[in-house]
Each structure stands twice: as structure tokens, then as C-alpha cells.
């Protein structure tokens, strides 16, 4: 049998380049040898794409975009993975994993290239992933499902005057998270408790982004949803917590505190795992998702479930929640890549 050529994207120009290349020693490592044949492409910071053939463990620690082996290469139409070798060597790509975080990774810009080469991928398809990776478009578009609560919120455009201190203080009131509109991992996010300290939220914010969220603090648990589809059909995992070992789970709270921590079968009231399997399911489809997403919630005191974000292309570290929570549901990390693998596609 012919294996399927997979191509596995990683890094990017991004601020979660560094969580991109923990993230993709997953695929590297579960996606079967056996199966398919595996081609790496590392995007380095400055948005060089670069053919990898080199030590796959200096990959986590970054260290992989200056090995002599790397060859300068391109996705062409019509022509598959183009290598700028002096044979301008090209490679027959069946299937593209891209395992990118944050701008020009899961904001469909990407996504929007695999379309013009016409070749399969996983994951959202290009208008899913950009008004999901932008908080104010998801936001919108969640309105329309009614019976899903969400935190009110105002928005700041780069340019805007300070009106929007007044308007979030009278609307929002202390304290409020501020968080760029199309960044992830926590990057650039950050709580006021006055308005000094939401001037330079936003300053900071804004940044990152040129649309900034101000949103209404939820004192909540923070809960997760890891959803799976193919072919129309959807899988949700149960609730998992995030446990933040900070003030709110910031990125560093993510990836560099060890008090944080997941816990994969909280203890909730019953009838909020449900609840939150059933939102996520619906968001995910109101927003026209396809493949994977990670949907995040809070769950106050009350036992009230309320939207926070989703995120189309969810981490694949050691430390996330998406490979965790689909293992909970009969998806070893093995099974998982065969069915990722199998739900890529196109025009989704």
C-alpha cells in the first residue's frame, strides 16, 4: 500500500512560535512511520519556510532554524512542495497538518494557500478560522445563539480616542481583562483593576493587535472542551479545568508555572459537563468549524456556564488540554493523528 505523503507545518512569524514548535514533537512523534511518509517544513520567526531533514530534538528548544541541512522551499499550485534546491526538487503532498499558533497560522491566512494549492488540510477551513481567532467576530457571531451567556464587553480600534475608558467603566465596571482580538496563548492579555492600569492593558494590547477586547470579569471556574468532527459528525470531550497558578491563566501561568495544571474530571454540579458539551457543539458549528477546536468556558458559582473563546488549532504540548481530554473519549494520541489525518479536506 502507498503511504500518504503528510506534510507537517511548524514555528511560524507569530508570538506563539515557541508553543508551535513544543506543540508539533507530538505529530512528529505519533504519526505513523508505517502509515505515512512524514515532510517537515519549519517557518522561522522572520517568515522564512525552511525543508527540514535536521535533529527533530533541537526543535522544542528553537533551535532548529540555522542547521545546514535546511533548504529554502514554497507551496506551489498545481505542483505540490517545492524545495529551492538547485533541482528545485519537488515533493507530492497529499495531506498538510499545520501545526501553527496565533497570526498567519490559524487565522486563515494559511489555511487560505493550502486552498489555492489544493491540497487537504486539517483543521478549520479559512473563513472558520479567521472569525474564530478574531474574539470580536466570534463574539458577534455567538450572539446569535441566544441561550449561550458570554462576557459583555467593549471594543478599542488602534486610533480610537479615550473614550473607551469611560464606556468600559460605566458598562464593564473593575476590574476587566484586556485582551488583544487576534492573539493566543494568553499573549498580550491583561487585568485592570483601574484606569491606569487599563490604559497600559490596552497600550500593551494594542501591541499585538490592532482591535482590542475589554471584557467584564467572570469569577469562574475556567472549563474546556476539546471537539473533534469528520465528515459532519462531532465528538466532545467532557469538561476539563484549567487550574491557573496566577492571578488568570496567562501564558505564563500555560507554559512556565507549575502550579498550573489541568484536571481532566472535575468536580462540577451535575448537568454542567452536558451543558458545556452542548455549547461547545453548537459553537462550534454556528461558526462553521470543521476538524478540531478547543472551546473555553467559565462556570461561576451559580453553576452558570458562560462562553469565553474557542481556539481552531488548540495546543498539542505535554502540558494541553486537547490530546488529554480526546484521550478521555477513546482517542489515543496514535488514533487521534489517524483521524485528524482522515478529516483534512478543502473549501470547508
Request: aromatic content about 10%; charged content about 25%.
Given at each position: ?7 507537517i ?12 514548535c513544543?506543540?508539533?514533537m ?18 522561522k ?17 528553537c ?15 498545481n505542483k ?12 507530492k ?6 501545526v501553527l ?6 487565522d486563515?491566512?494559511?489555511?487560505g ?9 486539517v ?22 445563539l441566544?441561550?449561550?451567556p ?10 480610537d480616542?479615550?473614550s ?12 476587566m481583562?484586556?485582551?488583544p482580538?487576534?492573539s ?22 494594542l ?7 475589554i ?17 459532519g ?7 476539563g ?12 501561568a ?6 498550573s495544571?489541568t ?7 451535575q ?6 458539551k452542548?455549547?461547545?457543539e453548537?459553537?462550534?458549528r ?6 478540531l ?9 451559580s453553576g452558570?456556564v ?14 494541553s488540554?486537547?490530546p ?19 478529516s483534512a479536506g478543502l473549501?470547508?
Open positions: 500500500m502507498t503511504k500518504k505523503s503528510i506534510l507545518i511548524f514555528g511560524g512569524n507569530s508570538t506563539e512560535h515557541e508553543v508551535s513544543k506543540s508539533v507530538n505529530f512528529i512523534k505519533n504519526v505513523s512511520d508505517e502509515k505515512y511518509t512524514k515532510h517537515l517544513v519549519g517557518i520567526k522572520n517568515g522564512d519556510w525552511v525543508y527540514y531533514t535536521g535533529d527533530t530534538g533541537l526543535i522544542p528548544a533551535k532548529w532554524d540555522s542547521e545546514p541541512s535546511n533548504v529554502a522551499c514554497m507551496l506551489f499550485p505540490g512542495l517545492v524545495l529551492l534546491d538547485k533541482n528545485n526538487t519537488t515533493i503532498i497529499d495531506t498538510i497538518i499545520p499558533h496565533g497570526k498567519n497560522g490559524e486563515g491566512t494559511i489555511q494557500l493550502f486552498e489555492l494549492c489544493s491540497i487537504p488540510y483543521g478549520c477551513g479559512v473563513v472558520a478560522s479567521s472569525v474564530s481567532m478574531d474574539k470580536a467576530y466570534t463574539k458577534i457571531i455567538v450572539e446569535s441566544k441561550e449561550i458570554q462576557a459583555d464587553y467593549v471594543l478599542v480600534r488602534e486610533g480616542n479615550t473607551y475608558i469611560e464606556e468600559a467603566e460605566k458598562k464593564l465596571g473593575y476590574p481583562f484586556v485582551k482580538c487576534k493566543g496563548s494568553s499573549q498580550g492579555v491583561s487585568k485592570a483593576e483601574n484606569r491606569n492600569e487599563l490604559i497600559n492593558a490596552v497600550n500593551l494590547a501591541k499585538h493587535d490592532s482591535k482590542v477586547l471584557e467584564e470579569t467572570i469569577k469562574g471556574r475556567e472549563l474546556e472542551c476539546a471537539v473533534f468532527e469528520k465528515n459528525n462531532i465528538t466532545c470531550s467532557n469538561a479545568e484549567a487550574v491557573a497558578g496566577d492571578v488568570f491563566y496567562s501564558y505564563e500555560k507554559y512556565n508555572n507549575a502550579d495544571k484536571v481532566l474530571h472535575p468536580d462540577i454540579p448537568g454542567v459537563n452536558e451543558k458545556v452542548d455549547y461547545a453548537k459553537i462550534f454556528v461558526l462553521g468549524c470543521s476538524g477546536s478547543r472551546v473555553d468556558f467559565f462556570m461561576e458559582e452558570r458562560v462562553f469565553n473563546e474557542i481556539n481552531t488549532l488548540p495546543g498539542f504540548t505535554q502540558i488540554m486537547y488529554m481530554m480526546m484521550g478521555e473519549v477513546g482517542f489515543s494520541i496514535e488514533k487521534l493523528m489517524d483521524e485528524l489525518i482522515a473549501s470547508k
